[in-house]
């Protein structure tokens, strides 16, 4: 006898869900840049050209100096350089031109090429394009400035005193960075809370209205306001608060350069060239730090952002349809057999049942998880694509797409459903004819989620599509029970037509509904109590089949 097979409705989601956001957290930009991998070298390509443009910030701070500089000298020395001063300006100025629109567009190709979730997506921008390419023009420009003025500017001194300062702003920036960490990401979850809540009051308006709760359901969203909003303000605090810091530390620097210039070309230390020279290469570097700071936010945004779309990419599912792994059968009869079976989330068990095909065997309760395990039984090691083709299934509440009922009823079948398929499995749920009586025949379209048709057309329609593909076993799932008697007789035509030669599994409280089935199966307290023919069952005495036979004839 097999080991019991348990049905888990993946209990332990929460804590996988936490472990998940845990290694996430770790490291996401590495894998939002990973995701960029088929636009590598367009990447490459933009970083590269990038580093090029941030050239053009050290070199504009050197020609303004030498400009400068140049209005101190003869007329005739004056004109020469500010000629020459002129033609490198507007040399620099084409180089920017040409170069800047090159990087946008390279990085926007990358971006526009990883489609995530509109919302998230914007955020995630910020991090992948944004900020990629203002990092790389912030480290090339700061690289840039030190280098050139510690080999190129002879006044070591002064460049030395501005370089001590200037990684304060860098502290800052990391500082802003770890305060802000969770605030983004506990705001999310807030929000999708609120907006949850929303649109449940919204989608059940009547019943609100109903209820005269509206004052409660605007208490209840304000609730859930409350922490983000407490959050933001915070963020904004620290946001603001960092990036004044910033520009604190960034007039620092410009009050430290000429402060300490003033003294060493009073002193003869360094030349007045020398002091603008400093001040525009190093100072610029040290502004390009202080606008990064500004995209501390953004980037914890977008590290959070990254977390969500991660937490589906990873998320796998206990039955994966595109496996191609497992075993199919050649000629399948439609048996159900459950041996040692258990199901872990109530009491119910089965330690053998045996239905040879084809029979119709209703269920009159707990037949609601036997329906929704059927894929997850002892038939696992079989390849699920071909396993669900061998069942169809008709719920209670039938979901039709915004389509025509031709789309409708070949959404069953895999691949092309040709028109003859169509049309035989319509007549054999008794559905042909009322399409045939519409305009447009099985051209009409049926309405989101077939508002356009009754709930009798809609069930045989969705019967059609169930046995469109010619399943071995058939489940009806209270195909029936939100139906008036007309509907239900002419539901019920259609049940007895697709029901031959296969095995039918019908969950119905309706008792007409399971009257001529070759098996009735009740379940009481989790174990099967009675098992048999309509007559059969009828005969038992104090028998719980009869019972409910009685109480459904008194009541009707």
């Known amino acids: 006898m097999p080991d019991p097979t348990e049905f888990n409705d993946a209990l332990d989601l929460e804590e996988n869900a936490q472990k998940v956001q845990s290694a996430l957290k770790k490291a996401p930009i590495g894998r939002l840049f990973y995701l960029n991998k088929p636009e590598a070298f367009v990447l490459a390509l933009g970083s590269i050209t990038a580093a090029m443009v941030a050239v053009q910030f050290p070199i504009f701070g050197t020609l303004v100096s030498t400009a400068i500089k140049s ?12 000629r020459f001063s002129a033609i490198m300006f507007v040399a ?36 992948v394009g944004d900020t990629l390419l203002f990092n790389i023009q912030t480290i090339s420009t700061i690289i840039l400035a030190f280098n050139w003025k510690l080999a190129m500017v002879a006044n070591w001194k ?59 359901v605007m208490e209840m969203y304000d609730k859930k306001c409350e922490s983000p909003i407490r959050e933001g303000i915070r963020e904004g605090v620290v946001g603001g608060l960092g990036f004044g810091f910033s520009f604190l530390v ?7 350069c000429f402060y300490v210039g003033a003294h060493f070309v009073q002193h003869g230390i360094a030349t007045f060239p020398e002091v603008f020279r400093v001040f525009f290469v190093l100072v ?102 071909w396993l669900r083709l061998q069942v169809g299934l008709a719920g209670q509440e039938p979901v039709l797409f915004n389509d025509t009922i031709r789309a409708n009823i070949a959404y069953g079948k895999q691949g092309e459903a040709s028109e003859e398929a169509i049309v035989a499995a319509a007549e054999a749920a008794n559905t042909h ?8 025949g099985y051209n009409t379209i049926v309405g989101e989620r077939g508002i356009q048709l009754s709930g009798g057309q809609k069930q045989r329609v969705a019967i059609a599509r169930a046995t469109v593909k010619d399943p071995r076993v058939l489940l009806l799932d209270e195909a029936t029970s939100a139906l008036d008697a ?71």
């Open 71 to 82: 209005f101190y000298e003869p007329a005739e020395e004056l004109l020469k350089h500010s």
């Open 92 to 127: 620099l100025g084409a180089y920017a031109f040409v170069l800047n629109p090159i990087v946008n567009i390279m990085f926007g190709i990358a971006v526009c090429s990883t489609s995530f979730n509109p919302t998230d997506a914007l955020i995630v921008k910020r991090l």
């Open 433 to 440: 004819q009322f399409i045939s009586a519409l305009r447009n």
């Open 158 to 216: 002064l460049a030395l005193i501005i370089t001590v300062v200037v990684p304060l702003v860098g502290f800052q920036s990391f500082a802003q960075m770890k305060l802000l960490v969770g605030l983004n990401r506990n705001a999310k979850l807030k929000y999708e809370e609120a907006s949850q809540l929303a649109t449940d009051a919204v989608g059940g308006i009547r019943t609100v209205a109903a209820l005269c709760a509206e004052k409660n």
């Open 284 to 385: 610029l570097g040290t502004g390009a730090i202080s606008r990064a700071s500004a995209l501390g936010g953004d980037t914890n945004k977008a590290i959070d952002a990254a977390v969500s779309i991660f937490e589906i990419l990873d998320s796998k599912s206990k039955i994966d349809y595109s496996n191609e792994e497992g075993v199919t059968i050649a000629n399948v009869r439609g048996d159900i057999d459950f041996q040692n079976v258990r199901f872990k989330n109530c009491c119910t068990s089965w330690e053998e049942w045996k239905w040879p095909s084809p029979q119709r065997l209703p269920s009159l309760r707990g037949s609601m998880t036997l329906i929704s395990a059927t894929s997850f039984s002892t038939v696992r090691k079989l390849k699920v694509s």
């Open 486 to 556: 007309e509907s239900e007789r002419g539901l019920q035509q259609a049940l007895d037509t697709v029901a031959i030669g296969r095995t039918t599994v019908v969950v119905a409280h309706r008792l007409s509904t399971i009257r001529g089935a070759d098996i009735i199966a009740v379940l009481k307290n989790g174990t099967i109590a009675e098992k048999g023919k309509h007559e059969e069952l009828m005969q038992l005495k104090d028998g719980s089949y009869a019972s409910l036979v009685q109480l459904g004839s008194a009541s009707a």
């Open 250 to 256: 960034f007039y620092f620097v410009y009050a430290l």
